[in-house]
């Protein structure tokens, strides 16, 4: 996150997403996770989480660049 958004005021907001996000989730996810289940059975998560993993790895993919640290150490040294 520091390296995505190195400013203070963005990272902030950046985090707040990220918070809200996790929290809308926890609150509906189980009951979209139930209905899914009670209408079309178990298996039909499976419709649900599969096209939103790939959206997930395509925007990973386009959007976040690759971060390493230049003083990296050895982890046996």
Not at 62 to 77: F, N
Request: no cysteine; hydrophobic share 45%.
């Amino acid at each position: 996150m520091a390296d995505a958004h190195p400013q203070a005021r963005e990272r902030a907001t950046a985090v707040a997403a990220h918070g809200a996000t996790i929290g809308g989730v926890y609150a509906v996810g189980p009951a979209v996770g139930g209905a899914l289940t009670g209408w079309f059975g178990w298996q039909s998560v499976f419709y649900v989480n599969v096209p939103l993993g790939v959206v997930a790895l395509l925007g990973t993919h386009l959007w976040l660049r690759e971060s390493r640290d230049p003083r990296v150490r050895r982890a046996d040294s």
